[in-house]
T-cell receptor
Framework: NAGVTQTPKFQVLKTGQSMTLQCAQD?????MYWYRQDPGMGLRLIYY???????DKGEVPNGYNVSRLNKREFSLRLESAAPSQTSVYFC????????????FGPGTRLTVL | KQEVTQIPAALSVPEGENLVLNCSFT??????LQWFRQDPGKGLTSLLL?????REQTSGRLNASLDKSSGRSTLYIAASQPGDSATYLC??????????FGTGTRLQVFP
């Protein structure tokens, strides 16, 4: 069981470039999430997907798009990267419901110059 | 709006001490509270999850308590070790899908 995996681990972009962060889980979880972590701000939810085929905005969705490709995979796309999107991005997954223990991937460190 | 606060922001203790990390939240309408550990440059590891109907959970040297009415949780670490050095995050589940995180307590345990 790999758990939650993310690619790439590191990425440097120039302002205006686009990229997609990939996330996959092998725990048969229904729900998947994208967070960003910034110093002094804690983790903030960008988007989440409660089930295959559905996505919803979180606290900080502007500048991002997501795709729930299937039950296993949930991608995050930056169409036109900005320096304010420099952050560490974490993907997580959980079994939906009141218990909802979330399991996290190792993160992607993104720098936008 | 739910806000989660963790105090202190940083803590440095000698090995062997028992210590308490604090987490407070402003809205008591939560489904559960989860404590995580984060090592530098790594992802989050779930330590303990307390359901809203529970008062505490234990795992090894860790014990987490929850007092919903006062909006507080504590993480108790017994007999601390250098390997416990990490950042500890608490998060409350608002709705069935939205975790709200605190900013963490950075713990250093020195030999």
């Amino acid at each position: 069981n790999a758990g939650v995996t993310q690619t790439p681990k590191f990425q440097v972009l120039k302002t205006g470039q686009s990229m997609t962060l990939q996330c996959a889980q092998d725990m048969n979880h229904n729900s998947m999430y994208w967070y960003r972590q910034d110093p002094g701000m804690g983790l903030r939810l960008i988007y989440y997907s409660a089930s295959e085929g559905t996505t919803d905005k979180g606290e900080v969705p502007n500048g991002y798009n997501v795709s729930r490709l299937n039950k296993r995979e949930f991608s995050l796309r930056l169409e036109s990267a900005a320096p304010s999107q420099t952050s560490v991005y974490f993907c997580a997954s959980s079994i939906q419901g009141l218990y909802n223990e979330q399991f996290f991937g190792p993160g992607t460190r993104l720098t936008v110059l | 709006k739910q806000e989660v606060t963790q105090i202190p922001a940083a803590l440095s203790v000698p090995e062997g001490e028992n210590l308490v990390l604090n987490c407070s939240f402003t809205d008591s309408a939560i489904y559960n509270l989860q404590w995580f550990r984060q090592d530098p440059g790594k992802g989050l590891t779930s330590l303990l999850l307390i359901q809203s109907s529970q008062r505490e959970q234990t795992s090894g040297r860790l014990n987490a308590s929850l007092d919903k009415s006062s909006g507080r949780s504590t993480l108790y670490i017994a007999a601390s070790q250098p390997g416990d050095s990490a950042t500890y995050l608490c998060a409350v589940l608002r709705d069935t899908d939205k975790l709200i995180f605190g900013t963490g307590t950075r713990l250093q345990v020195f030999p």
